[in-house]
């Protein structure tokens, strides 16, 4: 039966799985950063002109 | 099982069941291929629609509509994973590569089908995000998970989720289903047969090695190709239907009688030869013809209402 290593020997990748872990995280950066604009284009894009219209002060 | 193998092996080089998986196998699972061919019939739609759409609201539509359908193909990957691994055109893809693991794949897809539903209904209209919810379940579960290991009759029925797309489209612009809506998804839902069957005529041993019901296995070619025919026969004229109605003007009712005839011409030659290395030929023909069947009209579709070219 194997013998349980320190913890922090257990979580060491080798370098493939270094180099997709963080092209994993660099895609879900992306992914997340892209939706927050996605909402935000959205929101303008359903407001439209009617957005200025507070400011008229009518 | 013993208790050894159970244990990671810690003494090897890093982590293991640590994913290899990089973005790019994450994105092959959404069958970019079929992606692209949705988002150009949706379009189709989407332009062909009566009224004034928000550009960006339709670009934004368009992304929803493209990555539910990926959605829809990463679930399909999923649980297809078993027969994917029998068939080469499919052994390759990323689960049965064990690039991607099967639970992380579906995760993957539940979460792109809820927020493609939700950006799509908060950009366009819940009409379209019903349509497209509906699109996600015929495929993922009706087609998926029941037709396509259960009955010859699975592309024909299972079909629809393909045909979806101009109908989304059409409801972006305008919030409803109609009878010209009705129409392109007819085309589609009509061409999928013989497209399919085609391709199934010369991969009839591979789908039955993997136990998939093709009509070439459970009826036999012959009746395979009389139906390719039958649905040829319904399709040529169906497609000159958007003409009539006005949907399409005269360079589409042109378009559309030629490539119909052409498609009719080539699903006679299925018909007619039936032996050896001249039927297989002349089954990829069609397979081939029919993609290009469903680009031209459509693209003219496209154009016509795009760039006002209609005469």
């Known amino acids: 039966m194997p013998t349980r290593p320190d913890p922090d020997q257990s979580l060491v990748l080798s370098p493939a799985q270094a180099r997709s872990r963080r092209a994993r995280n660099v895609a879900i950066g992306l992914g997340v950063g892209g939706l927050v604009i996605l909402f935000y284009v959205i929101t303008i894009a359903k407001l439209g002109s009617h957005v200025f219209s507070m400011f008229d002060g009518s | ?311």
């Open chain 2, 1 to 311: 099982m013993s208790l050894a193998t159970q244990q990671p092996a810690f003494d090897q080089p890093g982590l293991v069941g640590a994913s290899l998986a990089t973005p790019s196998d994450y994105i092959e699972l959404l069958k970019p291929r079929v992606m692209s061919l949705v988002v150009f019939t949706a379009l189709c739609g989407m332009m062909a629609a009566p009224g004034h759409l928000n550009a960006i609201t339709g670009l934004i539509s368009l992304f929803a509509i493209a990555v539910g359908a990926g959605a829809s193909g990463a679930l399909n990957m999923v649980y297809d994973a078993d027969i994917d691994a029998i068939m080469t055109r499919t052994r390759k893809r990323p689960i049965p590569d064990g690039r991607v693991a099967s639970a992380e794949a579906l995760a993957f897809g539940v979460v792109l089908s809820i927020f493609s539903v939700m950006v799509l209904g908060l950009a366009s209209n819940w009409v379209a995000g019903a349509l497209l919810a509906g699109t996600i379940f015929f495929y993922a579960v009706i087609y998926t998970m029941w037709l396509k290991r259960t009955t010859p009759q699975n592309i024909v029925i299972g079909g629809a989720a393909g045909a979806f797309p101009p109908m989304i489209g059409y409801a972006v612009a305008t919030g409803s289903v109609t009878w010209a809506s009705v129409v392109l998804f007819a085309i589609i839902f009509i061409w999928t047969p013989p497209h399919f069957w085609a391709l199934a005529l010369i991969k009839s041993d591979e789908y039955a090695r993997a136990g998939i019901p093709m009509m070439p296995n459970v009826k036999g070619p012959d009746r395979t190709r009389t139906e390719i025919l039958i649905y040829t026969l319904i399709l040529a004229p169906l497609g000159c239907v958007p003409w009539v109605m006005g949907l399409g003007g005269t360079a589409y009712g042109l378009v559309a009688a030629v490539a119909g005839t052409a498609m009719l011409w080539f699903a006679v030659q299925v018909y007619r030869v039936r032996e050896g290395e001249a039927a297989d030929k002349a089954a990829r023909h069609l397979f081939g013809f029919s993609i290009l069947y469903l680009l031209l009209p459509f693209a003219i579709l496209l154009a016509e209402h795009s760039f006002g070219l209609r005469f």
